[in-house]
């Protein structure tokens, strides 16, 4: 993912974007009052909605980022990439009696890669879809490179999310649908054509067969196992989303953990936006001093916190009961 300039989305979806944002390794984001966490202090959520909340299993989140990361580097075209593919699969097969996989090749500046989105599917009685997602690729360009963080953690988290789904057997609400993005990270350089590969024919498969118009909410997770988690108000999410977001963490008394920098971001959720699907994205950009463990060989196990995990899995699900009640 990057800082970046969407302008033209902006035009397109009536969204209120980042004027003068940069890539990520310059960005520094800026440090502002999220209007979401002013609107979260006033009336609108001053009574949470009633209801069961659900928590996750965070040591046993942590168990699977661990399994993942011990795979090594995971870039596409690789051994530890088709391992990882492995694992998902036999994974989200026990878990889930409908799981597809999206496989398509992408035209990428080191060759053509066979590329596979994983979408492990949990039926609900009301009709529409929930889509939770994380990108399960690691950095291409840097040797030894595991990615704890960026890729690692939120793959673990959504694994334990498919063991809770499976658990409430046929939900009540909104099916729930968790999508495993291949090809996230750039292979050479960020630009529009070099980067989210998985996401970008994905949305381009469900806006053309029909499946957009069914999401109700996107909800994607990236960058959430830091110890010390900072949850960004991103910009380039659908507002009224966010503000889900933060009532979610706010019922749970999370909300420290939530919004309080703002920058906009380009990420899986992108394409979706571009789409008309409401989406947010649930990032830390801030790992390590200035955000110096990212994209390094750094981003390691030891720099990730099962709180952490707890924290953003806790938020997803109660921000589906939420969506649920809508």
């Not at 069961?52 to 690789?78: C, E, F, L, N, W």
């Amino acid at each position: 993912m990057r800082v970046t300039k969407l302008g033209s989305i902006a035009a397109a979806v009536s969204l209120s974007l980042c004027s003068a944002c940069t890539e990520k390794p310059e960005a520094k984001a800026r440090q502002q009052a999220s209007p979401v966490k002013s609107a979260a202090s006033g009336s609108a959520f001053a009574n949470p909605a009633p209801g069961k909340v659900t928590h996750i299993d965070s040591a046993r989140a942590m168990r699977y980022t661990a399994q993942v990361v011990g795979i090594g580097s995971r870039p596409i075209g690789s051994e530890g990439h088709r391992k990882l593919e492995d694992y998902l699969w036999s994974h989200l097969k026990a878990d889930s009696k409908e799981v597809g996989v999206d496989e398509f090749t992408s035209q990428t500046p080191a060759g053509n890669f066979m590329m596979r989105n994983f979408v492990a599917k949990f039926p609900g009685k009301r009709d529409g879809t929930i889509v939770i997602a994380s990108h399960y690729d690691t950095l291409y360009s840097l040797p030894g490179f595991v990615g704890a963080n960026d890729g690692g953690s939120s793959t673990g988290l959504l694994l334990e999310l498919a063991d809770q789904l499976r658990a409430q057997k046929q939900r009540e609400g909104y099916s729930v649908w968790l999508v495993f993005f291949d090809g996230e990270e750039a292979v050479k350089e960020w630009t529009d054509s070099d980067s989210l590969y998985g996401s970008r024919h994905l949305a381009q498969k469900w806006q053309a067969d029909g499946t957009a118009k069914k999401i109700k909410a996107l909800l994607l997770a990236d960058m959430i196992g830091d110890a010390d988690l900072n949850i960004e108000n991103d910009q380039n999410s659908t507002p009224w989303l966010e503000e889900t977001v933060y009532q979610a963490a706010t019922n749970l008394g999370y909300q420290s953990h939530f919004f309080a920098r703002s920058n906009a971001y380009s990420d899986d959720h992108i394409p979706f936006i571009k789409d008309g699907v409401p989406a947010a994205d649930l990032i830390d950009f801030d790992y390590g001093y200035n955000n110096a463990h990212w994209h390094t060989t750094q981003d390691t196990l030891d720099k990730l916190s099962p709180k952490s995990l707890q924290i953003t899995g806790d938020v997803i699900l109660e921000t589906v009961r939420l969506l649920d009640q809508k």
